[in-house]
């Protein structure tokens, strides 16, 4: 069986507390070097410092050049504790099979990655190692080696392996620009919790101080909620310090994203808006799964499950490499899914470190048999499922069909139709477009019924004696045909 050669990523869910991801904010840690020294990120971060950490393998030739350029070494004499300490570097093993043992060397290169060394990590250098196999698995890394930048507005940047000057433009310009002269209050992230089944949520957004001033109060405006409203936030923040604000009980009527954005004046009004769309997917009653195997098919298996955790939907026993699969399926009533991506080996569709190609995973939820609404899930086989070579690990994504937030009146400025799902009557008010006519069909594009709209466009369509399921109706809206899915439940 395989070895892995690298970190693979934490997927039993799609988001790990502990991993880390380029452009996102990083989790809180505190954890030991080897000299029994404790680490804590946000200590080092709230005092205003960035912290690198530079991850790697004992065995890796790459890593072992790096080491010998003393890039880092020297970077720490200019802006380090033997500068003008405004980074911390921290180098991480990140090899979560190894043994202590491998960074005092000496060399061996036997292919095993739990055992070999280029030789003596520690002579060389001065700066602290971080040789933890639960954090390493935690960071969930994408590759090795791997430098990483967490600025102190705990933002997340990822690079490979920099000369001196490269690395000082990253840290210093375009990663974590200094702060804003003046007042400058920042919206880092947001963050939305919602249950499935509900059309209520709790909003979380992280403020942070990008201004030389104190923030003292600002206000923030919030879009896309039933209502729009505005906040006020006061507190005392200084330079680089957070403060998350929790909106609960927020109702909302689509799943598009909620906007959030400052409402003051401030001296830099590019960091003032943040965007961000529910926890919990969305669909249709009608999805499509798209699935490419890598050069392991037989490894991969998948399921849908509904919310009482029965399987409707499963595929596996593959043996053809690279297959390629396009799958439709109706979902059987509305309500909560979990689609599930098992690979036995843990690395997921991530063929291409085995010299191979990678495969990929897409859930889609569809209008009809042939227009995508939107794309659920989007795995691109570039990471693996478990952080243990040759341990089974899954990919899970939640989703909801039919939501309560997406179902109830169609409608725009100019028309509107209700209800939905519907029962025995729909009703239409297309007074506002051009349309005469509308037409119901099945998701394979069958025609069921057609109705004649009334000089005002309105109309009543009997649908008592068209069968339960999910249909499209259509019509015309000027030059553009419009296209609205409707559920019909007797």
């Known amino acids: 069986m395989k070895n892995l050669l690298f970190i693979t990523a934490i997927c039993g869910a799609l988001t790990s507390y502990s991993q880390i991801e380029e452009g996102t904010l990083a989790s809180d840690f505190s954890v030991q070097d080897v000299a029994g020294n404790t680490r804590h990120l946000y200590e080092q971060l709230d005092s205003g410092k960035t912290v690198i950490l530079y991850c790697f393998a004992a065995w890796d030739s790459y890593a072992w050049e790096y080491y010998q350029q003393q890039t880092l070494e020297s970077f720490n004499a200019l802006y380090g504790a033997a500068g003008n300490a405004a980074v911390e570097i921290w180098r991480v093993e990140g090899e979560t099979t190894n043994s202590s043992e491998q960074l005092s060397g000496p060399e061996l290169n036997t292919g095993n990655p739990a055992y ?60 974590c620009p200094p702060a804003s002269l003046g007042y400058d209050p920042a919206l880092i992230s947001a963050l939305i919790n919602r249950s499935c089944g509900s059309n209520e949520i709790q909003l979380d957004v992280v403020l942070k101080n990008r201004g030389t001033e104190t923030l003292y109060n600002t206000t923030l405006n919030l879009e896309g909620a039933v209502e729009s409203q505005s906040i006020s936030w006061q507190g005392q923040l200084n330079s680089y310090q957070s403060d998350t604000i929790s909106i609960s009980a927020l109702q909302v009527i689509t799943d598009a994203p909620l906007r959030c954005s400052i409402g003051q004046p401030n001296s830099n009004t590019q960091n003032d808006t943040v965007s961000v769309r529910t926890d919990v997917g969305y669909s249709t009653r009608l999805i499509r799964l798209e699935l490419a195997l890598d050069a392991y098919p037989q490894e991969v298996e998948w399921e849908i499950r509904n919310d009482s955790d029965f399987v409707i939907y499963s595929g596996g026993g ?96 100019t028309w509107s139709i209700y209800p939905n799902p519907v029962g025995e009557v729909l009703h239409l008010n297309l007074s506002g477009v051009d349309s005469r006519e509308i037409t119901l069909y099945d998701l394979s594009g069958k025609w069921i019924l057609s109705e004649r709209l009334s000089r005002e466009g309105i109309a009543t369509v009997d649908v008592s004696s068209v069968p339960s399921g999910m249909y499209i109706i259509s019509f015309e809206s000027g030059t553009q045909p419009e296209k609205h899915p409707i559920i019909i439940q007797h």
């Open 116 to 175: 070999d060394s280029q030789g003596d990590w520690m002579s060389l250098s001065t700066l602290p190692v971080i040789d933890d196999s639960a954090f390493a698995a935690q960071l969930a890394l994408p590759y090795l080696p791997l430098l990483i930048v967490i600025c102190p507005d705990r933002l997340v940047r990822f690079a490979d392996q920099l000369s001196l000057g490269n690395l000082s433009n990253l840290v210093f310009q375009s990663a």
């Open 318 to 413: 593959y043996s053809v490499d690279y297959q390629y699969l396009n799958q439709i399926f109706y979902l059987p009533s509305v309500g909560c899914y979990s689609f599930y991506l098992y690979d036995s080996a843990g690395d997921g569709l991530n063929g291409s470190q085995y010299s191979g190609f990678d495969g990929f995973c897409k859930l889609y939820s569809m209008l009809d048999s042939t227009t995508t609404e939107e794309v659920m899930l989007d795995y691109d086989g570039s990471y693996g499922f478990s952080a243990q070579p040759n341990t089974p690990g899954f990919l899970q994504y939640n989703f909801e069909a039919g939501s309560p937030i997406n179902v109830g009146q169609i409608e725009n400025r």
